[in-house]
C-alpha cells in the first residue's frame, strides 16, 4: 500500500489575485465565494481535497493588504498572517506582471515563514505581451528562495495540476485530519450568508459600501424546505437604499441568485428572506466586529 500523505497549505497574497478561485478550482466544487471586489474573503475558510494518495488542506485568506486604518482591516491582516502558523507549505499567488506594494508586504510576511514556500504567477491569460513574461518571472525568482514558481490560470485550470503535484511534494506522511467525505471546516449558516455576501458585492460593483456584511438570524428545516432569514448589515444609513435598489429590484435579485447556490449546495428546497438593518459604524467597531462573526478563527 502506498503512502497516505497529509498536510495545510495556506493561500497568501495581496486582495484580488485569485486565491479563494485557486481554491475552488483545486477542491472541485465551490468553497470560498469570488467577486471582482477586493477582500472579497473575510475569514480563514478551508477546503479539503481528499483521494486515495493523500488529503491536502488549503486554508484560504483573506487578502494581506498595507492599509490599516480600520478594525476590519486589521482583522483581515491578522486572519491572514495568522494562517501561515503551523502550515506545511504556503503558495504565494501574485497577479501576472503586476507587482504592487502590497505583494512586497506579503512578502515580508513571509520571512517569519520557514516551511516551503511555492510561487503562483495567476491570471497569466491577462498577460498580453507574452514577450514579458519570461523576463518578470526571473525577476520574481531573485525576489526569495522559492521551492517552485508555477504560471497558472485558475479561471481555465491551466496548471493548477502542476501546482497541486508541487504541493504533494512537501505534505508529510500521515492519516487524513478530515473525513473523506468533508470539503470544508465550515457550517451551511456560514457559507449561506457567505452566498448572499457574494451576490452583494457582484451586484453593487462600485457602488459596494465595503461596511457590509451579513448575518444569519434563522436557519431551520421544516417540511424539507430549508428555512433561511438572513440580515444584511450596513455601516450609513445611505447604503441602505442602494442595497435594496429601485422598487427593491436589487434585493429580489441578490435573494433569487443566492437562494438559487444554496439549493445546488445544500441539495434541498430553501425559502430565502432578506432584510438590510443599519448599524452605525461596525467595521471600525472591534466589539462589533466580533458579535457579527469577525473572530479569530
Known amino acids: 500500500m502506498s503512502e497516505f500523505h497529509c498536510g495545510f497549505v495556506a493561500l497568501v497574497g495581496r486582495p484580488n489575485v485569485g486565491k479563494s ?22 475569514h480563514r475558510i478551508l477546503g479539503i481535497k481528499t483521494d486515495a494518495k493523500g488529503q491536502i488542506v488549503f486554508v484560504d485568506t483573506p487578502g494581506l493588504h498595507h492599509t490599516q486604518q480600520r478594525a476590519m482591516n486589521r482583522y483581515l491582516n491578522r486572519a ?18 503586476r507587482w504592487q506594494k502590497d505583494d512586497d508586504w506579503v512578502l515580508e510576511k513571509l520571512e517569519q515563514v520557514s516551511c516551503p514556500v511555492i510561487l503562483a504567477v495567476n491570471k497569466i491569460d491577462h498577460v498580453t505581451d507574452k514577450a514579458e513574461l519570461l523576463p518578470h518571472l526571473q525577476a520574481l525568482s531573485a525576489k526569495r528562495e522559492f521551492s517552485e514558481l508555477i ?3 485558475a479561471k481555465n485550470g491551466d496548471n493548477l495540476d502542476q501546482l497541486e503535484t508541487a504541493v504533494r511534494k512537501h505534505l508529510p506522511e500521515s492519516p487524513p485530519l478530515y473525513g473523506e467525505d468533508q470539503v470544508t471546516d465550515r457550517s451551511e449558516r456560514f457559507l449561506a450568508a457567505e452566498l448572499v455576501r457574494e451576490k452583494l458585492f457582484r451586484k453593487l460593483g462600485e ?47 441578490v435573494g433569487r441568485e443566492a437562494r438559487q447556490d444554496m439549493e445546488k449546495t445544500f441539495g434541498r428546497k430553501v425559502f430565502l428572506q432578506l432584510w438590510v438593518k443599519v448599524k452605525e459604524g461596525w467595521a471600525d467597531d472591534e466589539r462589533a466586529l466580533r458579535s457579527l462573526g469577525y473572530n479569530e478563527d
Open 151 to 153: 504560471p497558472v490560470c
Open 21 to 42: 478561485t485557486i481554491l475552488n478550482r483545486l477542491v472541485g466544487q465551490k468553497i470560498s465565494i469570488t467577486s471582482k471586489r477586493p477582500q472579497t474573503t473575510r
Open 80 to 97: 491572514a498572517v495568522d494562517s501561515l502558523r503551523d502550515v506545511d507549505v504556503v503558495v504565494f499567488v501574485v497577479e501576472g506582471t
Open 207 to 253: 457602488e459596494i459600501p465595503y461596511g457590509l456584511t451579513v448575518e444569519i438570524e434563522c436557519f431551520k428545516t421544516e417540511k424539507k424546505i430549508l428555512h433561511i432569514h438572513a440580515l444584511i448589515w450596513v455601516e450609513k444609513s445611505g447604503h441602505k437604499p442602494i442595497v435594496i435598489g429601485s422598487k427593491g429590484e436589487r434585493l429580489k435579485e
